[in-house]
Antibody, heavy 124, light 110 residues
Framework: QVQLQQWGAGLLKPSETLSLTCAVY????????WSWIRRPPGKGLEWIGE???????NYNPSLKSRVTISVDTSKNQFSLKLSSVTAADTAVYYC??????????????????WGQGTLVTVSS | EIVLTQSPGTLSLSPGERATLSCRAS???????LAWYQQKPGQAPRLLIY???SRATGIPDRFSGSGSGTDFTLTISRLEPEDFAVYYC???????????FGPGTKVDIK
């Protein structure tokens, strides 16, 4: 049974850096891409970016200049950093399992396992 | 970037009724890589449908998906009390990403 557990600071001031980590339990860590998604209050879901076990990343162009996703394969964890946050970055942030990789070939698949979500509020 | 629009924004129905939700893409979705998710307050999204029409593990057969190209539909044949939620479509086939979501359809109790 695959489980994703996430944590990080929930209250930030404008201009600070958001930092969240997601740990993966069960299943294969190296065989997938791992994503971050957010949902601002009253709005829909926004895909932020993804990473695989080798550190290969893809980011949403709308956030690319401020986002860094990293991986720690020794702990089966991946992390999100979002710099220079503003009130517009207030959202519930989720981690999730995405595309699969088999012998270096990427298999397209949806986000099938999700973390519990972390509310991040940006306020002065 | 593929932009997804969903209609209606809100659907007010009674338990037992049929729900039909629409998702339209700004360009053709590659190989029908279109998914539907259900989200309830305080919970993470839950995968319902992938590949436009395949049910995810454990999803009841009252949920069905159809469509191809730019037009997709999620149908709930008979609404159960636990089905009142927000539903999002997502395309996950664009290369390179981003994998975009629609704005959501809220199904609430009439």
């Amino acid at each position: 049974q695959v489980q994703l557990q996430q944590w990080g600071a929930g209250l930030l001031k404008p201009s600070e850096t958001l930092s969240l980590t997601c740990a993966v339990y069960g299943g294969s860590f190296s065989g997938y891409y791992w994503s971050w998604i957010r949902r601002p209050p009253g709005k829909g879901l926004e895909w932020i970016g993804e990473i695989n076990h080798s550190g290969s990343t893809n980011y949403n162009p709308s956030l690319k200049s401020r986002v860094t996703i990293s991986v720690d394969t020794s702990k089966n964890q991946f992390s999100l950093k979002l710099s220079s946050v503003t009130a517009a970055d207030t959202a519930v942030y989720y981690c999730a399992r995405g595309r699969r990789t088999i012998f270096g070939v990427v298999i397209t698949q949806p986000l099938d396992y999700w973390g519990q979500g972390t509310l991040v509020t940006v306020s002065s | 970037e593929i932009v997804l629009t969903q209609s209606p924004g809100t659907l007010s129905l009674s338990p037992g009724e049929r729900a039909t939700l629409s998702c339209r893409a700004s360009q053709s979705v590659s190989s029908s890589y279109l998914a539907w998710y259900q989200q309830k307050p305080g919970q993470a999204p839950r995968l319902l449908i992938y590949g436009a029409s395949s049910r995810a593990t454990g999803i009841p057969d009252r949920f069905s998906g159809s469509g191809s190209g730019t037009d997709f539909t999620l149908t709930i044949s008979r609404l159960e009390p636990e089905d009142f939620a927000v539903y999002y479509c997502q395309q996950y086939g664009s290369s390179p990403p981003p994998f975009t979501f629609g704005p959501g359809t809220k199904v609430d109790i009439k």
